[in-house]
């Protein structure tokens, strides 16, 4: 059926693994597990494919850090247990820290937030622009100018508005409801992550 159809889009599985990982937040008294995360995050895969080869590399990178949380939920259960852990070792910013990974990871979904809040503003947005803003906000602050040079020149190979939504395997009106249930979703989440890091003291300039 159409309802069927639409439920198993890119988009809306994103969404609703983000939204049963804000119900699991809200229920967890503060401790939000591993396994969940990672298994919503992972979800995020299925945008990569929509948006063409250029972006193979971004999904190349944050597939990497992903799997490194993964294998890090062998030996911890909690996010914050990985905070504890690279504290202690004096490594949250160590290059394959997990605790860096879980703050590349996070900068990802922050992305895909900004860049829905993008599209949404208005709509004569593109992909383009939107993803060209929404990564002038959220990533480039913490990229090389190599990186930040690549991700320009992939922008100019983005789908059009009209291709994405085709791609999306689906229609305008829908789509924009499913970001804006991302966006609602993944906020506390990013809110979230930021706090493990705040609260010991450690900012967020990196
Ligand atoms: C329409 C959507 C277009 C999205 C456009 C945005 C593209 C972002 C491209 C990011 C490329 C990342 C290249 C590598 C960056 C690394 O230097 C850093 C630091 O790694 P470290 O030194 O800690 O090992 N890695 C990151 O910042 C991880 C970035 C994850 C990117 C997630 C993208 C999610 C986009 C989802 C779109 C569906």
């Known amino acids: 059926s159409f309802k ?3 439920a198993t889009t890119p988009l809306t599985a994103v969404t609703e693994a983000f939204e049963e990982l804000a119900r699991l937040l809200e229920s967890s008294s503060g401790d939000l597990h591993l396994r969940p995360f990672i298994f919503a995050c992972s979800h995020v895969s299925n945008l ?3 948006l063409g080869f250029a972006f193979k590399f971004a999904e190349v990178e944050y597939v990497s850090k992903v799997n490194d949380l993964s294998e890090a ?15 202690k070792n004096v ?3 160590k290059p394959g820290s997990h605790s860096r990974n879980l703050r590349r990871v996070r900068i990802g979904l922050d992305l895909i ?10 709509e004569d947005c593109s992909p383009k622009d939107a993803a060209s803003t929404a990564y002038a906000q959220v990533c480039a602050p ?17 789908p059009s508005r009209e291709q994405l939504l085709l791609k999306l395997n689906d229609h ?12 609602v979703a993944s906020n506390p989440i990013i809110e979230y992550i930021d706090n493990l890091y705040l609260s010991r003291d450690i900012s967020l300039d990196w």
């Open 172 to 183: 305008d009106q829908s789509v924009e409801r499913e970001m804006r249930r991302y966006i």
């Open 4 to 6: 069927e159809a639409e």
């Open 91 to 93: 490594s949250v910013r």
């Open 73 to 87: 939920s062998k030996m911890f259960n909690t996010l914050s247990n990985i905070l504890e852990h690279d504290v």
């Open 142 to 158: 913490y990229h090389t100018w190599a990186i930040r040079k690549a991700v320009g020149a992939g922008m100019c190979t983005l």
């Open 113 to 122: 937030k900004a860049m829905f809040e993008q599209f949404l503003s208005s």
């Open 48 to 50: 990569f494919g929509c």
